[in-house]
């Protein structure tokens, strides 16, 4: 009999129900009975035609939705979409007897699994590494299959209301807890800069100090050199004009002069004077 095979398919043919050969595209000659084609009626009406045609073209399978578990034991929904080809005819059919349901429930075992090591946040945070991941799960058991993956996707990801709103609530108190750091930062920052312009203030009231009383010092002992250089000067003067020994006893009467002034300035203090002292500032008078 002649038969024929169009564009984009191929066919298993058996030879007395076991393996014969793969025929491509075109016509082709065989012998009822001895040369049959291989029945795929259990993949249903997908990747086939007329339960023998096996379609080379990509096909896609969708999970059906699943609850799965998070590693924080929130539970979701979820399902994924999973595009795929044969390529190998021959182990498409051999290697598994319903080939579209069997990758179907390995991308959802993949999900479940994946889902199962991730927190809720790290699930819808990292989609497209999950996609990546289940991709990665299902290809070296694909290939045995002769299929060659082409994508998988996550098409739906949710949860309760009960969750929606616990999420909510956790969202707040997480603002409310950053608020609340963000204030206690802002209040440190504050009293730091504060307690840093008061020792600034500190350290330059003491600068200032220390500066003045190194001026003051500095002009008393200026005051004192310029002093003691006069009394020099005087000194040598006097000498020249009444002698050595008499310039002694002028200069140290002066000496106790300016004490009595000094001490006399203060009318509370009382003062008394020897008659030697009573002399000198008659003497002065």
């Known amino acids: 009999m002649i038969s024929w095979i169009p564009e984009g398919h191929s066919a298993v043919i058996e030879y007395f129900g076991r393996f014969s050969h793969v025929q491509e595209p075109g016509f082709y000659f065989y012998i009822p009975t001895i040369y049959t084609t291989k029945d795929l009626s259990t993949w249903g009406n997908v990747a086939n035609k007329s339960g023998y045609l096996i379609e080379q073209s990509e096909q896609q399978t969708s999970t059906p939705t699943r609850y799965c578990q998070t590693k924080d034991n929130v539970t979701i929904k979820a399902n994924t979409s999973i595009g795929w080809q044969i390529v190998d005819p021959k182990k498409a059919v051999y290697a598994t007897d319903r080939l579209p349901s069997m990758i179907a429930d390995l991308a ?33 058991t694909v290939n045995n299959w002769g299929i060659k993956l082409t994508r998988v996707e996550i098409q739906e990801l949710t949860y309760t209301d009960e969750i929606a709103k616990a999420m909510m609530a956790k969202m707040v108190a997480e603002q409310k807890r950053q608020a609340d750091i963000a204030q206690a930062q802002g209040k440190a920052e504050a009293e730091l800069i504060t307690v840093k312009a008061n020792a600034t203030t500190i350290e330059m009231q003491a600068q200032a100090k220390a500066n003045a009383a190194l001026i003051a010092a500095e002009a008393d002992a200026k005051s004192m050199e310029l002093k003691a250089e006069s009394e020099k000067n005087y000194l040598k003067k006097l000498k020249e004009e009444v002698g050595t020994e008499y310039a002694a006893q002028i200069l140290s009467a002066e000496k106790q002069r300016e004490g009595l002034v000094s001490i006399t300035k203060n009318p509370a203090h009382k003062v008394f004077l020897t008659p030697q002292t009573q002399q000198i500032s008659l003497t002065n008078a």
Do not use: C, M, Q
């Open 108 to 140: 959802l075992n993949s999900l479940r699994a994946s889902v199962g090591t991730l927190s809720l946040h790290e699930v819808f945070s990292s989609r497209n590494e999950l996609n990546k991941k289940i991709s990665s799960d299902l290809a070296e």
